[in-house]
Nanobody
């Protein structure tokens, strides 16, 4: 069964940068899929922060990360990245990547595959 593998994350000071990666355990992402990034802050519900559609390369961002985060992909059907710049303490939390065949990008039910999550800690 295909799984999503994540890497990256860590601890940085405010204003710093981190890069997260997400890749399937076998084969690759279908070009018809969307790959989203979700953020679970301590004490809050998980929320979508960015998405990329593999085929078109279209991206959308939540207002909270717009202008600071960039979601990108390398060669089609391999890895997706979330580059996070100018990090703020409120960006602290666990970041999950997820893949789905389409739908409302902010809603978790449209994603069938989830990564295990990776911790990001931003200190003031």
């Amino acid at each position: 069964q295909v799984q999503l593998m994540q890497s990256g994350g860590g601890s940085v000071q405010a204003g710093g940068s981190l890069r997260l990666s997400c890749a399937p355990s076998e084969a690759g992402f279908s070009k018809n899929w969307m790959v989203g990034w979700f953020h679970k802050a301590p004490g809050k519900e998980r929320e979508a922060v960015a998405v990329i559609w593999r085929g078109s390369g279209k991206t959308i961002y939540a207002d909270s990360v717009k202008g600071r985060f960039i979601v990108s992909q390398d060669h089609p059907e391999t890895a997706v990245f979330l580059t996070m710049d100018n990090l703020k303490p409120e960006d602290t939390g666990i970041y999950y990547c997820a893949a789905g065949r389409g739908g409302t990008w902010t809603r978790e039910l449209f994603y069938g595959l989830w990564g295990p999550g990776t911790q990001v800690t931003v200190s003031a």
